[in-house]
């Protein structure tokens, strides 16, 4: 929770919603091991219909060199990351990103 409250984003882009985790591409291996993480725990979970196709989108700034990691697909969105996160508690203002 710590890692997404400092470097995660829940949004909308084009009245989409999406959650993204941002990182320095030295660090990409980061975010990739947060999709593994992800990614097994919702197939585990056998009250997570439709989590077992978790997928993300990653996207390179070249002028920052910074990676994006997007969970943009609705299903996903609010089958398996708003349950997820339901189950924690936020401690920063973030929780209000998360709300809306």
Same mark, same amino acid.
């Given at each position: 929770?710590?890692?997404?409250?400092?470097?995660?984003?829940?949004?909308?882009?084009?009245? #989409?919603? !999406?959650?993204?985790?941002?990182?320095?591409?030295?660090?990409?291996?980061?975010?990739?091991? &947060?999709? +593994?993480?992800? $990614?097994?725990?919702?197939?585990?979970?056998?009250?997570?219909?439709?989590?077992?196709?978790?997928? #993300?989108? !990653?996207?390179?700034?070249?002028?920052?060199?910074?990676?994006?990691?997007?969970?943009?697909? &609705?299903? +996903?969105?609010? $089958?398996?990351?708003?349950?997820?996160?339901?189950?924690?508690?936020?401690?920063?203002?973030?929780?209000?990103? !998360?709300?809306?």
């Amino acid at each position: 929770m710590g890692f997404v409250e400092g470097e995660g984003t829940f949004g909308y882009k084009h009245l #989409v919603p !999406y959650f993204q985790i941002a990182q320095h591409e030295k660090n990409h291996f980061v975010l990739k091991a &947060i999709e +593994t993480y992800l $990614s097994e725990l919702f197939k585990q979970d056998p009250d997570s219909i439709g989590c077992q196709e978790f997928s #993300v989108k !990653y996207a390179l700034n070249s002028r920052t060199g910074v990676y994006s990691m997007t969970v943009s697909k &609705i299903d +996903t969105l609010f $089958s398996c990351i708003v349950p997820y996160f339901e189950s924690m508690t936020f401690l920063s203002r973030k929780v209000l990103d !998360y709300q809306y």
